[in-house]
């Protein structure tokens, strides 16, 4: 780390959900923070990310980008792994070489879902059932195998006012259609981006030299199925007029098997970082305000 305390910090697929709101919450930082999507660094490209690394004497990497398309990756495996394997892998040996520490985003699809209905910590046996979660475990392990100091950080149903996810899509559906069927043995905890970002940029502003590196499980508080996230959207937008009924999974035949029950046990990421996790509803009203604020400004 640099010698003034002041890192400087690369912000992958920084137009996505989670880099979106690190660009928002990383404002007020002393660090100097760089943010990149594919128009500006590709990160697939070994070199490429090494140079951007040295011209700017990076400390650490905050992997956001990812290849996201679960449904797609079963048929389109070879472009997920680039994208979430071996690019993760030229990160951290990159990080390996030059000292670094590179702060990676995961997923709970490197579970298959825990039949015993309890919730998953870090040392729960990995068995991924897609080539998303496949191609992400992969990723995990590069940088494990390429010894950089690293915090691994798997996380949840993620949304947020940027980008497409489940409750913008709720949200619109709810206002334009008089039913919808919602899956309901499917459960696990709604992650606002807003909040594992704002998590991430407090553990830099504490510090990267206090010895936590290591894998942790992040997403909000609570449990809920895909049905009842849909239904407290549909309730805290006033969107009343929409029959939102549950439904089987069965129902909405997928090319890969999702997780029955994936939820994530947070208490490693609380105790070591001394961290407050906001209730998933609490950080829903939140979301919907700025996007109700978001779209008075457009």
């Not at 011209?55 to 990812?66: L, T």
């Not at 389109?76 to 990159?94: G, Q, R, W, Y």
Request: hydrophobic share 30%; proline share 3%; charged share 20%.
């Amino acid at each position: 780390m640099s010698e003034s305390n002041i890192v400087n910090i690369l912000v992958t697929g920084s137009n996505g959900q989670l880099g979106s709101h690190i660009r928002r919450c990383s404002k007020q930082s002393r660090h100097n923070y760089f943010y990149t999507d594919v128009g500006e660094l590709d990160i697939t490209r070994y070199a490429d990310v090494q140079q951007f690394v040295h011209s700017h004497q990076i400390d650490c990497i905050i992997n956001s980008a990812a290849y996201v398309n679960v449904d797609q990756a079963e048929t389109d495996e070879e472009t997920a792994d680039i994208l979430n394997h071996a690019a993760v892998e030229n990160m951290a040996s990159i990080m390996a070489d030059n000292g670094g520490i590179l702060i990676h985003i995961s997923t709970d699809y490197v579970f298959g879902g825990n039949k015993n209905n309890t919730p998953c910590n870090e040392d729960e046996p990995t068995n991924p059932t897609g080539a998303y979660g496949r191609t992400k475990l992969a990723g995990e392990q590069s940088i494990l195998a390429s010894k950089c100091r690293h915090i691994i950080i798997r996380t949840s149903w993620l949304y947020s006012e940027f980008g497409k996810n489940f409750c913008k899509t709720m949200l619109n559906l709810t206002s334009t259609k008089p039913s919808i069927n919602v899956v309901f043995d499917q459960v696990g905890t709604p992650t606002y981006a807003g909040d594992l970002a704002e998590a991430i940029c407090t553990i830099v502003e504490k510090g990267l030299d206090k010895g936590n590196e290591g894998l942790y499980h992040y997403s909000n508080e609570g449990v809920c199925s895909w049905y009842d996230f849909a239904k407290e959207i549909a309730r805290q937008a006033y969107h009343n007029s929409c029959d939102i009924r549950p439904c089987h999974s069965s129902e909405f035949p997928s090319p890969v098997k999702r997780p029955s029950y994936s939820v994530l046990d947070k208490t490693k990421f609380k105790q070591t970082f001394n961290l407050t996790v906001p209730y998933w509803t609490d950080s829903l009203a939140v979301c919907l305000s700025r996007l109700g604020n978001l779209e008075t400004l457009n």
